[in-house]
């Protein structure tokens, strides 16, 4: 897992470096900064899991154990292209376990190993087609139950065809759209395209606040 900008936005906070942020953000850069007893960057690293809440404060002992334990296959992964580094993997699998606590509150039990696509068109399709049906919102917590909890990737038309039907949509119908039109592919597109160009979002969960209506009101004309 990649942890992304706000990982570093937090480094840089606690007053290290741009240089040494990015050398921390480096392949082996935390094992070089435990191997030179970094004391700046031990603090601030234990300063950021306190604030953020980790199960496992990232003292010095916990960052040796957790790289102990990390595997290959963890270091190797590229999420859109992204390099994960081994503070990734620390902050990823805090992620995880901060929304599978979450999940538990609710009676949701996250599921994490997923096949994951970034774009799956198929399943924002019928999205589309349930819309017009008034069955979007069933079929989006369908869709969302299966993949999140079922280890059924929502970018699988077999798994797009269960949650259709278990809502009541006709499964033949929603197949034939699938493989045999290109019916609501070109709006599934536009709107990836209207999000990064013409609203500018490039991150999820995006908060969008409209000052126009704000309740006060200048106290003179300057």
Known sequence: MYAGDELSQHLLHTGLSHQVVSQLRSPGGLTNALD???TKVLHALHRISVLKGYSNPLTEANLRAALSSMTSDELSAKPRGKQVTEIDVIAGNEYKEN???LGETTGIDL???VHFQWYPIESQRVLLYATEMGAAEAYADALA???FTKGSASSEIATVLDAAAEIG???DAVEHLLLQTDDYKMEVLQSYRDTV???HIHS???FTFKWSQAPWRPISNW
Do not use: F, T
């Open 36 to 38: 030179e007893e970094d």
């Open 99 to 101: 929304l599978h606590r």
């Open 111 to 113: 599921d994490y190993n």
């Open 145 to 147: 139950r299966r993949h």
């Open 169 to 171: 949509l006709d499964r």
């Open 197 to 199: 160009v013409r609203h």
């Open 204 to 206: 999820i969960p995006q």
